[in-house]
């Protein structure tokens, strides 16, 4: 992973990028990354606000062999390692809010958004996009966003190195990718999900369009799925889709 780059200075989205390049036959590894972009996106349709040289944007395309239901646990597999790659190059304590928010102090510094093209039974690719708040100052937060997310820069009083970081990244995502696709060892992977991710043992509230309830996060199944015991005591599995989550 990542012996493929392709850079730019500004760009609509990396993820946008990296699916036009996986659909014209590019090969696995390949990272798109840039200094901007201009139409971020998030999950739920949302947009992800990416400033100039303030922030890591970037877009893996993998190509597993692996069934399309399994696809999520891609997305697990990079919280764990980009959650790594920020812990050893800073020193921060990150935390997983699930499925794929990584969180330090409780506000938000990274978010995922893994997007996949598959036929019935084969996956064909899968984009994982990455977006950490790096280096962004405070006014660099919408004031909306202000009580929710945060930067490496603002909870470490001082710049990271961006090249660095990202190597690291680059790294880790190679690292765990093998161990799945090669070592068969997801379950030890999802060991180590698990230890990190602060939804475990606490209550959340589960929203999916106009629907909420809310329940205990009792467990994450070794599919990656959220067990939640409802208010009538029944368990309740989740798996990440369209759902999102917050703690109470
Ligand atoms: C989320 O938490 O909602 C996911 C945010 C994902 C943002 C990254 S930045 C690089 C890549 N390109 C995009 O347009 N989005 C992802």
Not at 30 to 48: D, F, M, N, P, S
Not at 102 to 129: F, P, Q, R, Y
Not at 152 to 180: M, P, Q
């Amino acid at each position: 992973i990542g012996r493929e780059i392709v850079h730019f200075l500004s760009i609509g989205s990396t993820n946008d990028k990296a699916k036009e390049l996986a659909n014209n036959g590019c090969r696995e590894g390949l990272i798109v990354v840039a200094e901007e972009q201009t139409g971020g996106r998030g999950r739920l349709g949302r947009q992800w606000v990416s400033p100039q040289y303030r922030g890591i944007w970037m877009s893996v395309v993998l190509r597993p062999d692996i069934q399309p239901m399994e696809a999520q646990k891609l997305t697990l597999l990079s919280a764990l390692a980009v959650s790594n790659a920020i812990e050893e190059c800073t020193g921060l304590k990150v935390d997983i809010k699930w499925p794929n928010d990584l969180v330090v102090s409780g506000k938000k510094i990274c978010g995922i958004l893994t997007e996949m093209s598959a036929e019935v039974d084969k996956v064909n690719h899968v984009v994982i996009g990455i977006g950490i708040n790096a280096n962004m100052s405070a006014e660099d937060i919408p004031d909306e966003l202000k009580d929710k997310a945060t930067s490496l820069a603002i909870e470490l009083g001082y710049n990271v190195d961006r090249k660095n970081l990202f190597r690291y990244i680059s790294r880790n995502i190679d690292e765990l990718y093998t161990c799945f696709i090669n070592a068969n060892q997801w379950h030890d992977l999802m060991v180590e999900y698990r230890e990190k991710c602060i939804n475990v043992g606490r209550r959340a509230v589960i929203s999916k369009g106009d629907v909420s309830w809310e329940g205990m996060v009792t467990d994450i199944d070794d599919d990656g799925a959220l067990i939640v015991l409802d208010g009538h005591g029944e368990k309740k599995r989740i798996i990440s889709g369209d759902v999102s989550i917050r703690g109470v």
